[in-house]
T-cell receptor, first 106, second 117 residues
Framework: QKEVEQNSGPLSVPEGAIASLNCTYSDRGSQSFFWYRQYSGKSPELIMSIYSNGDKEDGRFTAQLNKASQYVSLLIRDSQPSDSATYLCAVKRVIFGTGTRLQVFP | DTGVSQDPRHKITKRGQNVTFRCDPISEHNRLYWYRQTLGQGPEFLTYFQNEAQLEKSRLLSDRFSAERPKGSFSTLEIQRTEQGDSAMYLC???????????????FGEGSRLTVL
C-alpha cells in the first residue's frame, strides 16, 4: 500500500462545475495535510493546508479531512479552465501522492 | 524577497560525473527541503534541514547524495558518480515551520533539471 494514494485521472469537468479530488493515506498518526497545484513544467504551489477534522474553506477551495477514515479531499467550486493542472496531496510535508490531473473544459 | 532560488536550472552531465545544486531559500525560513520529481510522479522527499541541522534523510537516499546547509542559509545538494536513474527535477522548498504564528507553508523553487547521459 502506498503511503499517499490519489487517482491519477484525468478528471474532466465542465467550466462552472465542482471538481472533487480525493486522497487517502496510510499513516494513522499523520497530523498535517496539504494540497498543492502544479502546472505542467512548473513547481508545486500550496493551495491549502488542513490539520483538524472537518472542512476548511478558502475562496473557491474547500479541503475536507477525516482522520478516522484516513481521507482528505479538495473541492473546487465554479471550476475554471485556469484550474486545469495536477493536484498533489501531501502528508507531513514530506510524502506526496502522484497527483490527480484535472481538466476543466469550456 | 524574490522567493526560493535554485541554480543551475538545467544541468546535463555524463554518467559518473559529480553535480552540485544550490538552493537559496526565502530569508529567515527555518526549514529547507529537497525533493526529486520525475515525470508523472509526485515530489519524492530526499532530506530536510531545520536551520543548519539535517534532521531527516529519506531511507531511499543513496550514499552518493549529500546535502549541506552551512550557517542555516543556502543549501547544496551534491550527487556523486551520477547514474542515468538520477535524471529528474530536483526541487527545493523552504518554509517557516513550527514557530509561533508561522503558517507552515512551504514555498518551492523552480527546480534544477538534471539529465544524465
Amino acid at each position: 500500500q502506498k503511503e499517499v494514494e490519489q487517482n491519477s485521472g484525468p478528471l474532466s469537468v465542465p467550466e462552472g462545475a465542482i471538481a472533487s479530488l480525493n486522497c487517502t493515506y496510510s499513516d494513522r498518526g499523520s497530523q498535517s495535510f496539504f494540497w498543492y497545484r502544479q502546472y505542467s513544467g512548473k513547481s508545486p504551489e500550496l493551495i491549502m493546508s488542513i490539520y483538524s477534522n472537518g472542512d476548511k474553506e478558502d475562496g473557491r477551495f474547500t479541503a475536507q479531512l477525516n482522520k478516522a477514515s484516513q481521507y482528505v479531499s479538495l473541492l473546487i467550486r465554479d471550476s475554471q479552465p485556469s484550474d486545469s493542472a495536477t493536484y498533489l496531496c501531501a502528508v507531513k510535508r514530506v510524502i506526496f501522492g502522484t497527483g490527480t490531473r484535472l481538466q476543466v473544459f469550456p | 524577497d524574490t522567493g526560493v532560488s535554485q541554480d543551475p536550472r538545467h544541468k546535463i552531465t555524463k554518467r559518473g560525473q559529480n553535480v552540485t545544486f544550490r538552493c537559496d531559500p526565502i530569508s529567515e525560513h527555518n526549514r529547507l527541503y529537497w525533493y526529486r520529481q520525475t515525470l508523472g510522479q509526485g515530489p519524492e522527499f530526499l532530506t530536510y534541514f531545520q536551520n543548519e541541522a539535517q534532521l531527516e534523510k529519506s531511507r531511499l537516499l543513496s550514499d552518493r547524495f549529500s546535502a549541506e546547509r552551512p550557517k542555516g542559509s543556502f543549501s547544496t545538494l551534491e550527487i556523486q558518480r551520477t547514474e542515468q536513474g538520477d535524471s529528474a527535477m530536483y526541487l527545493c522548498a523552504s518554509g517557516d515551520v513550527g514557530r509561533e504564528f508561522s503558517t507552515g507553508e512551504l514555498f518551492f523553487g523552480e527546480g534544477s533539471r538534471l539529465t544524465v547521459l
